[in-house]
Structure formats: structure tokens, C-alpha cells
């Protein structure tokens, strides 16, 4: 294992809820009436934090995922360096730089070429530093022509993208990416995307806080899942995504009280190596167990595949693909193996599970989501499906 | 105050270009940007000369131009003091976005906004000097004081900035305390008057710790001599107890800044 650059011990983190005294005008008057009446103001006090212990080696790329008030921005405000524990201790080791809010100390009237230099230096750059990535920083944000406007003339997205050109060339030991990479149109997230990986490359490390679970399980390689400021979850991504998809929907219902159940959903790759990640169109295996409380008869398995949004994108089952009716005893479990192939364009997809009746339709088990998995390609393509587009050709023709 | 020059010294380029962006911005039109650097110290100097003559009415005397001189030397440091203590007042509360976004030492937000006034009073003494040098004025030795009382008031503003802006970003009617106190300080200090007017009862103004500075700067550029040493002294005493304490004050508060603004 390489060297550890970021370790929490039992860091903790209190806040005060509601509103506190932040005049002088509401404060001296509560003080004479807690002196007059010696009354002391209940506190209202909740963890943020609960007793983080996690542990960040060289080089490596880590997610930390969560609902809303999880806890994600204020773990990120510690690692930053801008807030500071209430108890326990965070160890950065080396020099970290956050990409939390692009364009932060951007000034109104000054101009972009002014605002690279700004804002490179309230970022931790040195002017030879600025002065010799100053051309690599235009080029990204593709803002030539309009390196003598004042930013006040610029549109949100020229905004974020000059933010984020400055920001993503700052160098650190240790980078804190927030939900930035959702800036700029499509192309320019690719490109955000890209410059990640290539900073990965180089050896930084990378912490990732974000909703974007594609991004995350594309790039990061271990995780954290974060609730009520408590690790839920850490360990590889594949099954800390899992565990945040789960816990984002309905709890699965007990499975004594069914006839069947749904055991197990396992996702694979062609190889037989579980996996969560794919390159479209590569080929899907998912192993589907299913266990019989009581005897059943004429069962059926339906496979759906939904995206992130949980639109229907494929569905089908083992009776519609010609396969015979199950029955099964009580206690008997039956496994269907499926090979999809992922003709699908980038993106989370989630597996959906059904068991049935298929002569009287009647349902014995749903798992939504029973598995999630993320597809990437090695083009550019983007919709629903992946058709493998190519160019045949390209011709001119005279007038 | 050690580790404010060790900060300084670290960061003095973020200092600067902070310090850049304010007077860039203020400058954006180069005429513009020296009116409103001289227009405070011309006010103050053409209301030092109503209150002047009408000294004069009373007393029977005569407006003589070194009476007015010595205002307007007095003027630029006071105009300083004043926009200096207003503008970093508020300069914690302003840049909230940076400082509940990125880390970096907070110290640098009031003292660029000293900086950048520095900038400003620099450019009106140039008004000054020149009125000074076609003066009849006598140039003395007594000028070597200079540097020493202004290093004082750039201690005591720097001071009283970090502590100012810290005030105001937990409490924020702090900023409306400071402005009725700016209205009429330059009652108490001695701008328009010199405290040898007060007779015996000089030492309460010279109480406060501007006052020696000021006084100090109109005996050696206008009267040509020695300013009062012991309170000199006494200023540079506040000086140093403000350039020890305010430091160590603001760096301790400063972990609860983002989460208190």
C-alpha cells in the first residue's frame, strides 16, 4: 500500500441549528436577560460529522457519495481546511486544492485574463506558475476571444468554464472535485471528465463529492457512502453505489411472506468477474436466484433495464424468450443466467427483477433496482441506444 | 505581529494582487481613480479652512497659508484612517463566497484593503507635497519623523482592521457602530485644530492615539520641529499593542469565521 495523504481520525463535526446571534443588537439585549433571569438558552446542537474514520493512500481516486445533508459538502468544507473539527483530527499531507466552486473570487469588472490571474492565486498558485500554465488554462476554457472582456459580460456557462480551466490546473498532492464537472454544455464535461483522468494519471489524488454516480464509478476505485454524517459504507465502488442506490428506495419487503423471492441479482462481466463497470457493447451477465417459500408453479422471470432517470429502456423475460415455465418446491431455489449485450450510451442503468405467474399473471417479487451498473464508450455518442455508429465515408462534391 | 510578517511574507502575492484588484478596479478610469483619491482629503482641507476662518473671525486674526497646509497635511492621513477603517470593516462580510469556499489565510482581506487605501493616500500626497514645495514653508530636518509616524498609523489601521472585520462578520451591525463613530471622530482628533488651542486640557485629546500622529506629522512638516516624545511614545505604545494583539486575535478566531458568517 502507498503512502496515506488523507486520514481522518474520529473527526466530528458540531453544528448549532436555527438562528444564532449574529448582531450586536439581538446579542446584548439576550445577555441582559440571561443575566436578569439566569436562564440558560437550550442549545440546539446536531452532528454533522460522527466519528469519520477513513484513510486515503497516494495516487488513488476516491468517491464520497450521499443524499442531500448527508454531510458531503461539510466533510468537504474540512478537507479544504475551512472548517474545523469539533473533535478528532483530519491529515492532509501535502498541498490540496478544491474545485468547489468555479469562479469563486472571480471580480465582476476585472477582465478574464485578469480574473486567470486572480484567481489562480487565491487558489495557491505562484505567478510563475499562473505565468506559464496561463496559455493551457485559455486554451481549455476555449475563451481567446474574449480574454479582454470583463466577466461580467460573460454568460454562465463562459463562466464556469474559465472557473473551472483555472481550477483544474492548480497541481495538487491532493484534489477535491465537488459536483463541478456538471458545468458547461456536454462536450465541455467530457473535457472536464478527460482533464480529471489525465490529473489522475500524474499521481494526484483525487477525492470525488458527488450526486454524479456514473462519474464516480467510472473514475473512482473506492468509495464512501455518507448518512447523517456516518460512513454507511467504504470500501470498492461497485458496492458502495450499490448500497446508496438500495438505500435510496424502498426497503425490500420481507422475504418470508412471498410464495417466491428474489435471493440474489449477481452482475458480471463476459469473463465471469463481477463487475459494475462496462464498456458498451460489451456483454452483461446477470445471474438471477430465485427461492421458493412454498410450492410455486409456471413461474417466470422478467429482466427490465431502466436508467437513471428509471425510464424503461429494455425489457423481456424468460417465457418471451422461449424458455419453459419453472415450478418449484417448497425451499427449491432455481438460478436464470442472462447475457445482455450493452448497446447503451453512457450512463447509470439499473436491473430491474420480477417474478410471475405467467398463465395468470400473478406477482410474487419485485427488486428495483436489483443490481446497478454503468456503461461507458469509447465514442461519442449519446441518446438511448448504442447503435455503433461509423463513418463509412465522407465526400465532396463540386457545385 | 512576528506572524503577521510571517504571513505576509508567505503570502505576500495573493496580498498584492488582492490589493491590485481593488485599486485596478477603482482605477478602471485613471481620472476618475485620482478624483475620488484626492476628494476626501479636499473636503476635509476645504472644511479645515471654513473652520479656520471663522477662528479668525472671532479672534480677530488672519488665515495664513501655512494654517492651511497644516490641514491638508493632516488630511491625507485622516482620510486614510477613515476609509481604511470602513472598507475592511465590511471586507470579511463582502467576500463571504471566499470565505466559505476557499482556504486561505482571511488576514489578507483586511490588509489588502489597507494596502489598496495606502495606494489612494499615496496618490493625494502627491497633491500635498507639491502645494508644500511651491509653499514658503521651511524644509527641515525634522522631516526624518515622517516615516516613523506614518510606519505608526499604518500599524494602528492594520490593527484595528483585523479586529474590525472580525467584529463585523459575527456581529454585523458592527459596520453601522463603526460609521456613526467615523462621522464624528474627526471632532476628537485634531485635524481642524491643533490640541495647543485646548490649553491645559490638551492631554485628553491627545488621549487618542491618532491624535500624537497627526499632531506629530504638522509639527515636523509645518512648524519644523521635534513632535512631542512622550506622547509619541504613548501612540507607538497603542501601535505596538495593537500590531502584538490583533494578529493573535484574528488568527484565533479565525476557524470559526465560515461557519459564522
Known sequence: MSEIVLEAKDLCKKFRKGEFYNSLRDLIPALAKRTVAGKQLADKEFWALRDLNFQIAQGEAFGVIGHNGAGKSTLLKHLCGILAPTSGELIVRGRLSALIEVGAGFHQDLTGRDNIYLNGTILGMSKAEIRSKFDEIVAFSELEEFLDTPVKRYSSGMYARLGFAVAAHVNPDVLVVDEVLSVGDYLFQRKSIEKMRQVMRSGTTVVFVSHNLPVVADVCQRAMLLENGKIISIGPTSDVVRAYVERGTSPPVSSDDKSVYVSRVTIRNANGVECAQFRAPERMIAEVEITANRAVQKLAIVIECRNDEMYGVFDTSTQRLGEKPVNLAAGERFVATFGLNLHLVPGAYHLGIYVYRYDTQENYDTRIPAGTFFVNTDTDVRGVAHLEPVVISQEKFGA | ?261
Not at chain 2, 490649553?199 to 485628553?204: D, E, N, S, V
Request: hydrophobic share 60%; glycine share 4%.
Open chain 2, 1 to 261: 505581529m512576528l506572524a503577521l510578517i510571517r504571513l505576509l511574507r508567505r503570502h505576500k502575492y495573493l496580498l498584492y494582487m488582492l490589493s491590485w484588484r481593488d485599486i485596478t478596479v477603482k482605477y478602471k478610469q485613471s481620472v476618475m481613480g485620482f478624483l475620488w483619491a484626492i476628494l476626501m482629503p479636499l473636503l476635509i482641507t476645504s472644511a479645515g479652512v471654513l473652520v479656520k476662518i471663522a477662528l479668525a473671525q472671532v479672534t480677530g486674526g488672519t488665515v495664513r497659508f501655512a494654517a492651511v497646509l497644516g490641514v491638508a497635511v493632516k488630511s491625507v492621513p485622516w482620510a486614510f484612517f477613515v476609509s481604511s477603517i470602513r472598507s475592511s470593516t465590511q471586507c470579511l462580510s463582502n467576500n463571504a463566497n471566499l470565505v466559505t469556499k476557499i482556504a486561505f489565510p482571511r488576514a489578507v482581506f483586511p490588509l489588502s484593503s489597507v494596502i489598496s487605501q495606502l495606494f489612494d493616500a499615496a496618490i493625494a500626497s502627491t497633491v500635498v507635497i507639491a502645494a508644500w514645495i511651491l509653499s514658503p514653508v521651511a524644509i527641515t530636518l525634522q522631516l526624518a519623523w515622517v516615516p516613523l509616524l506614518i510606519a505608526l498609523l499604518v500599524i494602528q489601521v492594520s490593527g484595528l482592521a483585523l479586529i474590525l472585520s472580525a467584529a463585523n462578520l459575527f456581529f454585523r451591525d458592527v459596520k453601522y457602530l463603526v460609521e456613526v463613530i467615523l462621522t464624528f471622530a474627526i471632532f476628537f482628533t485634531p485635524v481642524f485644530y491643533d490640541t495647543s488651542m485646548f490649553g491645559k486640557r490638551a492631554w485628553i485629546l491627545m488621549l487618542n492615539p491618532v491624535a500624537p500622529i497627526l499632531e506629530g506629522l504638522s509639527n515636523c512638516i509645518i512648524q519644523g520641529h521635534t513632535p512631542n516624545l512622550m506622547w509619541l511614545a504613548y501612540s507607538a505604545g497603542v501601535s505596538l499593542l495593537l500590531g502584538f494583539a490583533a494578529p493573535i486575535m484574528f488568527q484565533r478566531l479565525e476557524p470559526k469565521f465560515a461557519e459564522s458568517i
